[in-house]
């Protein structure tokens, strides 16, 4: 009860709507440069076999290495602005987005492949109107899963010289031994992934109404 009143009384006053807003950004910002070039490269990977080749075995290597091993190199690469806790949310997303998204683009049914190059169609057309639209339902979903990965890396992101953000707040008041603080960071945390994954589910279930069972 004690917890519940703590967040009662920061979202009251207004304490605890800073943390939340520059948590979210620095998630936010991480998360779309990880989408851009993850889904390029994801797309890439899982049309042309040369370049899956190539890029494959660096990805496999990088996204088993744990983020927290990266800080002390994006500290002295870009610094201890909030370009670094950036970096940390990119890098912890990009790795394992782009081999999600090669299944998703490889997940489009042969058969629509195959009738399009039946019909004339050229290997960009069919990956443009063909793969890429086809693609769409799986790659949301997979998206609003790495939006939940991405929530998990925010206290190693605020470990970066931080100053504010809920993460930021966990982890001052673990030195002092306030656990009370650290539910609190903990049940904000878990309650703005909830309600983003909700509005993902949401949207999939507008955009998607087309494909066999939505989004769920």
């Given at each position: 009860m004690k917890v519940i009143q703590s967040i009662y009384n920061d979202f009251t006053s207004g304490a605890i709507w800073s943390d939340m807003?520059?948590?979210?950004?620095?998630?936010?910002?991480?998360?779309?440069?990880?989408?851009?070039?993850g889904v390029v490269l994801g797309i890439l990977a899982g049309c042309y076999k040369p370049f899956e080749a190539f890029i494959q075995p660096m990805v496999e290597f990088l996204r088993y290495l744990p983020v927290p091993a990266f800080v002390p190199l994006i500290m002295v690469w870009v610094g201890i602005d909030e370009s670094a806790k950036i970096a940390v949310i990119f890098i912890g997303t990009l790795f394992q987005l782009i081999p999600m998204v090669a299944d998703d683009i490889r997940?489009?049914?042969?058969?629509?492949?195959?009738?399009?190059y039946t019909l004339g169609a050229r290997r960009r057309t069919v990956i443009f109107k063909i793969l890429i639209p086809g693609m769409m339902p799986r790659l949301f979903e997979t998206l609003?899963?790495?939006?939940?990965?991405?929530?998990?890396?925010?206290?190693?992101?605020?470990?970066?010289a931080a100053n504010s953000g809920l993460g930021y707040k966990i982890l001052k008041a673990?030195?002092?031994?306030?656990?009370?603080?650290?539910f609190e960071g903990i049940?904000?945390?878990?309650?703005?992934g909830l309600i983003l994954d909700r509005v993902f589910g949401l949207i999939g279930k507008k955009l998607f109404k087309w494909a066999e069972g939505g989004t769920k």
């Amino acid at each position: 009860m004690k917890v519940i009143q703590s967040i009662y009384n920061d979202f009251t006053s207004g304490a605890i709507w800073s943390d939340m807003y520059i948590s979210c950004y620095r998630i936010f910002m991480g998360f779309i440069y990880a989408t851009v070039l993850g889904v390029v490269l994801g797309i890439l990977a899982g049309c042309y076999k040369p370049f899956e080749a190539f890029i494959q075995p660096m990805v496999e290597f990088l996204r088993y290495l744990p983020v927290p091993a990266f800080v002390p190199l994006i500290m002295v690469w870009v610094g201890i602005d909030e370009s670094a806790k950036i970096a940390v949310i990119f890098i912890g997303t990009l790795f394992q987005l782009i081999p999600m998204v090669a299944d998703d683009i490889r997940s489009v049914p042969d058969d629509y492949v195959n009738a399009a190059y039946t019909l004339g169609a050229r290997r960009r057309t069919v990956i443009f109107k063909i793969l890429i639209p086809g693609m769409m339902p799986r790659l949301f979903e997979t998206l609003r899963m790495m939006m939940g990965w991405a929530w998990t890396y925010l206290v190693v992101a605020e470990l970066v010289a931080a100053n504010s953000g809920l993460g930021y707040k966990i982890l001052k008041a673990q030195r002092y031994l306030k656990t009370g603080t650290i539910f609190e960071g903990i049940i904000v945390i878990g309650l703005l992934g909830l309600i983003l994954d909700r509005v993902f589910g949401l949207i999939g279930k507008k955009l998607f109404k087309w494909a066999e069972g939505g989004t769920k």
